[in-house]
Nanobody, 122 residues
Framework: VQLQAFGGGLVQPGASLRLSCAASGRTLSGSIMGWFRQAPGKEREFVAAIRSGVTDYAHSVKGRFAISRDNAKDTVYLQMNSLEPEDTAVYFC??????????????????WGQGTQVTVSS
């Protein structure tokens, strides 16, 4: 499985971005797809996850971000609204076959995309 994340960029506070994560090599159906992010000097942190229509979000992004997937296209999306400077990070998509209860644990994800930079600055 190969994952490719794209859609990052430089935006002003309050703006929106949509990240995409395209998978190749194996269908995403039935697996957990997650988004994580890592800011400079900080550990990688959970952002959002989805499986079979069920979603979960980190408290810091709940209500602003939305994760979705298109199984037919083997693509997962992260719609990010009302972006804040604190959202600045490299964003990674990842795939896990573990149980849903492990969705926020980055160690339970086997496949990772290369990351896409999101910078929120005025």
């Amino acid at each position: 499985v190969q994952l490719q994340a794209f859609g990052g960029g430089l935006v002003q506070p309050g703006a929106s971005l949509r990240l995409s994560c395209a998978a190749s090599g194996r269908t995403l159906s039935g697996s957990i797809m997650g988004w994580f992010r890592q800011a400079p000097g900080k550990e990688r942190e959970f952002v959002a996850a989805i499986r079979s229509g069920v979603t979960d979000y980190a408290h810091s992004v709940k209500g602003r971000f939305a994760i979705s997937r298109d199984n037919a296209k083997d693509t997962v999306y992260l719609q990010m609204n009302s972006l804040e400077p604190e959202d600045t990070a490299v964003y990674f998509c990842a795939r896990s076959t573990f149980i849903w209860g492990a969705r926020q644990d980055s160690n339970r994800y086997h496949y990772w995309g290369q990351g896409t930079q999101v910078t929120v600055s005025s």
